[in-house]
């Protein structure tokens, strides 16, 4: 009669509702595993809002603290207060950096600071054999020196050597491989030239075509027929000239004067980048142009408005979940639960069954405060100064405030200092900040990272809840492959009983037949 367990027939013979029974006798089980489920899935909810808050930390660590960020409010220019225009935006621009004063110049572009550049004079296919077709020497050696170091010894690319079947192309190759970007060679297909220049401008820039031994001038690119071009210093022209192993850069030569006449001078920049009492000039091409600036603190006042708005958010929601309460008539709904509400009743439910499930969590509460001395550390006065003090509601506590008018006048006053105070060096505000937020979610063996787990790191599955998760889920899995063992112990109890009832059945029924 075991085939009537295994099927789990309901009791024929007894009358009993079986499955009912074996249900009612397996209660206390299924609670068991109910209770366990429930506590993963609040492990789970934990890591997802731990998650959530690094998100949102790395999301403004990104943001206003990343030097490549359109955001970033850590170098200079952020701090900038004077609001520049050029006459000319296609002959030079001008942006300011902290500190900067007005200016109000006349700019005549002579010439643009160039790169030491060697062209070849004649059209040539980057297709052509060197040997064969351009009448190269096959095995010529030679290396390019590109300068010096501190000791003043002459520093080298590799050697290159000319073979039997290099092109134009295989060249290139060859001479940009051969040193770390210093030298590059390229060519055009528009003009068929082939260009050997340095990476650099100014007269200080250079590079020498020499032999194995580095002291003499090679004679092994002469087939490519290169010109180079030399500038008189006085003179707006340039003059080409045969390339005769060295090329040397030139500077820039711009006239700048005041508008009242009191002032004139002539710079020679090796860079058309430069910057100067401040002011970061951008030299596009030779001609005039006025170049204006007025103070104007309404970007940077912008800029911190915002980094506060979105700084006091993340402590808003870190501050709320520390301190939120636990709601005792909400845990997680069990799957029997589930079964009976609609998923907007489930979502309400979750929402309020999440409430409280960080309160106070040690590692969120010590960010608070390891930000907070980041912020404030000795420097609480002066900041007070400047505009920027801890938020007196105590509803808002680990948030910042800011003085408008009090950030105003420090700004005009000196906003040098200022970006000194807030953005400049290791020990400035912005900084400590910044390495404040590396400990909690920077790297895999960071204080969150270790709690819940950073994604793209080893810690997202080797982590504080992912290791909790682990044990609660081999601990369900036990509890369910014992309430299984004893249910089968159950329904085969009962299916011996109906064998047995069967048996006593049939007997009745043949005491009553005779």
């Known amino acids: 009669m075991s085939s009537i367990s295994s099927v789990r027939l309901s009791g024929?013979?007894?009358?009993?509702?079986?499955?009912?029974?074996?249900?009612?006798?397996?209660?206390?089980?299924?609670?068991?595993?109910?209770?366990?489920?429930?506590?993963?899935?609040?492990?789970?909810?934990?890591?997802?809002?731990?998650?959530?808050?690094?998100?949102?930390?790395?999301?403004?660590?990104?943001?206003?603290?990343?030097?490549?960020?359109?955001?970033?409010?850590?170098?200079?220019?952020?701090?900038?207060?004077?609001?520049?225009?050029?006459?000319n935006n296609n002959v030079i621009t001008a942006t300011g950096t902290a500190g900067a004063n007005n200016i109000d110049y006349k700019f005549d572009v002579k010439k643009l600071a160039e790169p030491a550049k060697a062209t070849s004079s004649v059209s040539l296919n980057k297709d052509s054999k060197l040997v064969d077709d351009l009448k190269a020497t096959k095995d010529a050696k030679f290396k390019i020196a590109i300068g010096t170091n501190e000791k003043g010894e002459a520093i080298y690319s590799k050697d290159i050597t000319i073979e039997d079947n290099d092109t134009i192309e295989t060249l290139i190759s060859k001479i940009n491989n051969s040193n770390d970007g210093v030298i590059k060679a390229s060519y055009s297909e528009m003009t068929g030239k082939f260009t050997i220049e340095s990476t650099k401008t100014?007269?200080?820039?250079?590079?020498?075509?020499?032999?194995?031994?580095?002291?003499?001038?090679?004679?092994?690119?002469?087939?490519?027929?290169?010109?180079?071009?030399?500038?008189?210093?006085?003179?707006?022209?340039?003059?080409?000239?045969?390339?005769?192993?060295?090329?040397?850069?030139?500077?820039s030569i711009i006239e700048v004067s005041s508008k009242d006449g009191t002032f004139a001078k002539t710079l020679n920049e090796e860079s058309n980048t430069f910057t100067i009492d401040g002011i970061r000039y951008n030299v596009n091409t030779t001609g005039s142009a006025e170049i204006t600036s007025t103070k104007n603190t309404d970007a940077v006042v912008k800029k911190m408005k915002s980094f506060v708005d979105d700084y006091n958010k993340i402590m808003d929601?870190?501050?709320?979940?520390?301190?939120?309460?636990?709601?005792?008539?909400?845990?997680?709904?069990?799957?029997?639960?589930?079964?009976e509400m609609s998923e907007e009743e489930i979502e309400k439910w979750e929402k309020k069954a999440k409430e409280g499930i960080l309160r106070n969590d040690s590692e969120m509460r010590k960010f608070m405060n390891d930000m907070e001395n980041a912020i404030f550390g000795d420097k609480m006065q002066v900041l007070r100064e400047m505009g920027i003090s801890s938020a007196e509601?105590?509803?808002?506590?680990?948030?910042?405030?800011?003085?408008?008018?009090?950030?105003?006048?420090?700004?005009?006053?000196?906003?040098?200092?200022?970006?000194?105070?807030?953005?400049?060096?290791?020990?400035?505000?912005?900084?400590?900040?910044?390495?404040?937020?590396?400990?909690?979610?920077?790297?895999?063996?960071?204080?969150?990272?270790?709690?819940?787990?950073?994604?793209?790191?080893?810690?997202?599955?080797?982590?504080?809840?992912?290791?909790?998760?682990?044990?609660?889920?081999?601990?369900?899995?036990?509890?369910?492959?014992?309430?299984?063992?004893?249910e089968e112990k159950l329904y085969l109890k009962f299916g011996n009983l109906e064998s047995q009832m069967n048996k006593l059945n049939s007997q009745m029924n043949y005491f009553m037949q005779g």
């Open 12 to 87: 024929l013979a007894t009358g009993m509702d079986t499955d009912a029974m074996v249900k009612s006798m397996l209660t206390a089980d299924q609670e068991k595993i109910d209770k366990a489920q429930q506590k993963e899935q609040t492990v789970k909810w934990q890591q997802e809002i731990y998650r959530e808050v690094m998100s949102d930390v790395i999301d403004f660590n990104d943001k206003y603290f990343s030097l490549t960020s359109k955001d970033s409010i850590l170098s200079s220019s952020a701090w900038n207060t004077l609001s520049i225009t050029s006459s």
């Open 393 to 486: 509601d105590y509803n808002k506590k680990g948030q910042i405030a800011l003085d408008e008018s009090k950030f105003i006048e420090a700004l005009q006053n000196n906003s040098e200092k200022v970006y000194e105070v807030f953005a400049k060096g290791s020990d400035s505000m912005m900084e400590r900040m910044k390495s404040t937020i590396k400990n909690y979610v920077g790297t895999s063996s960071s204080i969150f990272a270790k709690k819940a787990g950073l994604e793209k790191t080893a810690s997202v599955a080797n982590n504080y809840y992912s290791e909790q998760l682990k044990r609660q889920a081999a601990l369900i899995k036990t509890l369910q492959n014992k309430m299984s063992d004893k």
């Open 202 to 251: 100014g007269d200080s820039s250079g590079f020498a075509i020499v032999d194995e031994t580095g002291k003499n001038i090679s004679n092994s690119l002469d087939f490519l027929g290169l010109q180079t071009n030399s500038y008189a210093i006085d003179s707006n022209g340039t003059t080409q000239s045969n390339f005769t192993g060295v090329a040397v850069g030139s500077n």
């Open 317 to 339: 929601r870190v501050y709320d979940l520390v301190t939120e309460k636990t709601n005792k008539d909400y845990h997680p709904l069990t799957e029997a639960q589930k079964e």
